[in-house]
């Protein structure tokens, strides 16, 4: 199982950035896809999730009180990609943001991707 995240880079508040987070090395649209971010000196946040293509929700999505709203999450089983797009980008949404998922009980994460958020 392997995550690999990338979209991350310098916007200015207000702007708009979109992350994607690509699959391999399992059945990509039988599992939910997690994304969270951590920011310097604080915990790790849950940011959001969507469900699994195969779910009886398909492609269900929810999302933390602090992004609802402005942030999208969505998949593409046929690329084996999960996207978080962030739309009115706020300096605190400054943070590493990574993918996760869950296999066989078991969680990855991928290695991250920044996100700054400044003028």
């Known amino acids: 199982v392997r995550l690999l995240e990338s979209g991350g880079g310098l916007v200015q508040p207000g702007g708009s950035l979109r992350l994607s987070c690509a699959a391999s090395?399992?059945?990509?649209?039988?599992?939910?896809m997690m994304w969270y971010r951590q920011a310097p000196g604080k915990e790790r946040e849950w940011v959001g999730t969507?469900?699994?293509?195969?779910?009886?929700?398909?492609?269900?999505?929810n999302y933390a009180d602090s992004v609802n709203g402005r942030f999208t999450i969505s998949r593409d089983s046929a690329k084996n990609t999960v996207y978080l797009q962030m739309n009115s980008l706020k300096p605190e949404d400054t943070a590493v943001y990574l993918c996760?998922?869950?296999?066989?009980?078991?969680?990855?994460w991928g290695q991250g991707t920044q996100v700054t958020v400044s003028s």
């Open positions: 996760k998922t869950r296999v066989s009980a078991q969680d990855t």
């Open positions: 090395g399992f059945a990509f649209r039988n599992y939910g």
């Open positions: 969507i469900s699994s293509a195969i779910s009886s929700a398909g492609g269900y999505t």
